[in-house]
């Protein structure tokens, strides 16, 4: 009975390692089959998220190129509203004629008399440089202009300046040799006045009418010319003790 026992503790012991040899050669194939499970899923997940990542990227690759066309559209457009802001100045300064400014520069007494009695009176002779300063890009042709001096709104005396032409962008000088006297004046009260004073007022006025002609220099051109006016308005100041101008204010 003991020897059986014996036996049969003896099998059972053997029969445990056998059985859990067969459990662990079963459990291998399963853990095999899972890992490469695990792996196979793996690499199906990182392949998707390459997938995922490709578009993005090339939406990156795509976007990039459009912004940068985009600025360079934005640079060429504000480059072309310089140009032609540059344009528009340019036919502003060069193809819109201006008028010609007319001015009387000095005076030179050559005979002056004067006197308070019987009558108040006046009686005199001057040089008288006057000056055409045309700014435009085109010559400037005037016909004989007119300049009148008056005493107090009254002519007192005129000068008539011949016909001419001032080149572009240039100043022409011209003489004038100017009589003057009170005959028109004689009435005037205040006439007296002012020569006891050793001062007289005289304003010079004119209109010098004419055409410029704009990006041209030959006298037979062709091109139409702009109608331009010189306006002459200036006050002198005779000093008369001292028999001179002390004042040229041209406006």
């Known amino acids: 009975m003991a020897e059986t026992n014996f036996v049969q503790a003896k099998e059972n012991k053997d029969s445990t390692p056998v059985q859990s040899k067969e459990s662990d050669l079963e459990e291998q194939p399963q853990q095999a089959v899972q890992a490469k499970e695990n792996k196979d899923s793996t690499l199906v997940q990182s392949?998707?998220?390459?997938?995922?990542?490709?578009?993005?990227q090339s939406e990156d690759s795509t976007t990039e190129p459009s912004s940068e066309f985009t600025r360079k559209d934005l640079a060429k457009l504000v480059a072309s509203l310089v140009v032609v802001a540059l344009t528009i100045v340019f036919s502003v300064l060069v193809f819109t004629p201006k008028h010609p400014k007319f001015k009387v520069r000095s005076v030179a007494f050559e005979n002056l008399d004067y006197t308070t009695s019987p009558k108040p009176s006046f009686n005199m002779r001057f040089a008288a440089?006057?000056?055409?300063?045309?700014?435009?890009?085109?010559?400037?042709?005037?016909?004989?202009?007119?300049?009148?001096?008056?005493?107090?709104?009254?002519?007192?005396?005129?000068?008539?300046?011949?016909?001419?032409?001032?080149?572009?962008?240039?100043?022409?000088?011209?003489?004038?040799?100017?009589?003057?006297?009170?005959?028109?004046?004689r009435n005037d009260t205040n006439l007296e006045s002012d020569i006891r004073s050793g001062t007289l007022t005289l304003t010079v006025q004119s209109n010098m009418k004419g055409k410029v002609y704009l990006m041209s220099s030959g006298k037979r051109s062709k091109v139409n010319g702009r109608?331009?006016?010189?306006?002459?308005?200036?006050?002198?100041t005779v000093n008369l003790?001292?028999?001179?101008?002390?004042?040229?204010?041209c406006s």
Do not use: W
């Open 129 to 185: 440089k006057m000056t055409v300063k045309n700014p435009n890009f085109g010559y400037f042709r005037y016909g004989v202009t007119n300049v009148s001096f008056a005493y107090r709104g009254i002519q007192v005396g005129e000068v008539l300046i011949p016909k001419a032409r001032v080149r572009a962008v240039s100043t022409r000088k011209m003489n004038a040799a100017i009589n003057l006297n009170s005959n028109n004046v």
């Open 241 to 249: 003790p001292e028999k001179l101008v002390q004042d040229i204010h």
């Open 227 to 236: 109608k331009r006016t010189a306006a002459l308005n200036c006050t002198l």
């Open 47 to 56: 392949k998707e998220s390459d997938l995922e990542e490709q578009p993005q």
